[in-house]
């Protein structure tokens, strides 16, 4: 399997792109030459990405195009792999990176806290794929591939709708994978330990460096991409090597 697979041809979409683990993939799948389709919700993030990815060069930048999406809403995510397919002629990659994490205990989590996670994390995730499984099946395969997270298999106190989401996303990514395994249409999803993205809403202060990289994610996703068609890791968990103790 080679290190880092030529995408050279293939149309890849991100969403949730413009910052931390998303930004990385972006950024990985552009380098190896793929075109691809990034989302975000903020107009002023969505813009500060293309220009900053825009100074990989002018050939890299005719290869991106960043759209605002709400992925929690079927009208937009249908838009946007409309917009991805008269772009740049198909779709090989789906890459749903597009997460929101709100934190506190279940009984004190208003009823628009709870909806904006599990849409965003989960009801997000399904629409996306379901509106790339007919695109994917045209370009004979290619794959999905989901970010979830250990949280979703170890749950802990005051993270009870980020966990359920991504519960609830392994669950869905598993019952996928076997649905479209024959059409070669490959399922995967990554759940990562902590990272370096100030998700939690605190940027990295020092004394993180233990932590993983986003660009160790994204190394995760290339990987995946570039087996062979025989193989098919379905999940994969990643870890810091040492955390603190």
């Not at 293939?10 to 998303?22: M, N, P, Y």
């Not at 597009?98 to 909806?115: H, I, K, P, Y």
């Not at 379905?234 to 040492?242: A, D, I, M, N, Q």
């Amino acid at each position: 399997m080679p290190d880092s697979p030529a995408l050279d041809g293939k149309v890849a979409i991100v969403t949730g792109g413009t910052r931390g683990i998303g930004a990385a993939i972006v950024a990985a799948l552009l380098a190896r030459g793929a075109a691809v389709v990034m989302t975000g919700l903020d107009q002023g993030r969505l813009a500060a990405a293309r220009e900053r990815l825009a100074r990989m060069g002018p050939e890299t930048a005719a290869r991106l195009l960043a759209l605002r999406i709400d992925v929690r809403t079927s009208v937009d995510v249908n838009r946007l792999m409309d917009a991805a397919v008269e772009r740049f002629g198909g779709l090989d990659i789906l890459v749903n990176n597009a997460g929101v994490g709100v934190f506190g205990e279940a009984a004190s989590l208003t009823d628009d806290q709870w909806n904006d996670v599990i849409g965003t994390n989960l009801s997000g995730v399904f629409y996306a794929c379901r509106a790339a499984i007919p695109h994917l099946r045209r370009r004979g395969g290619g794959w999905i591939i989901n970010l979830s997270s250990l949280a979703g298999k170890n749950s802990f106190p005051g993270g009870a709708a980020y966990c359920a989401s991504k519960a609830g996303l392994n669950a869905f990514s598993e019952s996928l994978m076997q649905e479209v395994r024959y059409d070669d249409i490959r399922v995967s999803y990554v759940m990562p330990g902590s990272v370096r993205t100030g998700f939690s809403g605190r940027e990295d202060v020092e004394g993180t460096e233990w932590k993983l990289a986003p660009e160790d994610v994204a190394q995760v996703v290339l990987d995946l991409i570039g087996h062979d068609r025989r193989s098919l890791p379905s999940r994969v968990e990643l870890r810091p090597s040492k955390p603190r103790k």
